[in-house]
């Protein structure tokens, strides 16, 4: 399974635009590329899913260039309550016959909005 | 639409005994997959069961286990508790044919 990459923290002030970079240079055809968000003492919770050019959903946008190398979360105009934890994941989600590939997390990306 | 829902939320062992951990699934799920999260750490795959069998597992020792009942729901076993396995142990339930997994909020599980 392909393995990610992404900064440990990154600060920002509430009303920006922030963009979260995730390189994962030895991602397989099938993969998918999905973005999670933790709070303290809660499960994860999925924020999008994409395999390339761009998603977007209500809360985010999910931009992946043509060779598939890295992927970008962008949070646009982000508030207090967007400090968390955000992981990248890539996999392919669904296996062969059924159920569901397994998820590798890294140690995410440590996201703290100030006023 | 009830999401993935684990029991207990918190829980207190102490070495050498055994828990067992339950999840019932997000509605129209039949996979359920476990992590475990120590903290500061991301979330450890430890195994997934799909139709009633374990699918594919993590590296962790015999003394977890467990079970998917025909109803999808799950539980996760784990006999002779150590002080290292105080975590998080989280539930996450997808749809094999399609969908990303949705996490429970976890039960905490303390080892005194």
């Known amino acids: 399974l392909a393995k990610t990459t992404q900064p440990i923290s990154m600060d920002s002030y509430e009303g920006q635009e922030v963009n979260i970079t995730c390189s994962h240079n030895?991602?397989?055809?099938?993969?998918?590329i999905t973005w999670y968000q933790q709070f303290p003492s809660q499960g994860p919770r999925f924020i999008i899913q994409?395999?390339?050019t761009k998603v977007t959903n209500e809360v985010a946008s999910l931009f992946i260039p043509a060779d598939r190398k890295s992927s970008t979360l962008s949070l646009p105009r982000v508030s207090l309550s967007d400090t968390a934890v955000y992981y990248c994941?890539?996999?392919?989600?669904?296996?062969?016959?059924?159920?569901?590939?397994?998820?590798?997390f890294g140690t995410g990306t440590l996201l703290a909005v100030q006023p | 639409d009830a999401g993935v829902t684990q029991s207990p939320t918190h829980l207190i062992k102490t070495r050498g005994q055994q828990v067992t951990l339950r999840c019932s699934p997000k509605s129209g799920h039949d996979t359920v997959s476990w992590y475990q999260q120590a903290l500061g750490q991301g979330p450890q795959f430890i195994f997934q069961y799909y139709e009633e069998e374990e699918r594919q597992r993590g590296n962790f020792p015999d003394r977890f286990s467990g079970h998917q009942f025909p109803n999808y729901s799950s539980e996760l076993n784990v006999n002779a508790l150590l002080l290292g396995d105080s975590a998080l142990y989280l539930c996450a339930s997808s749809a094999s044919w399609s969908g990303p997994q949705h996490f429970g909020d976890g039960t905490r599980l303390s080892i005194l």
């Open positions: 030895n991602i397989a055809t099938n993969d998918y």
């Open positions: 994941l890539v996999g392919a989600p669904h296996r062969y016959g059924g159920a569901t590939n397994k998820l590798i």
């Open positions: 994409g395999y390339k």
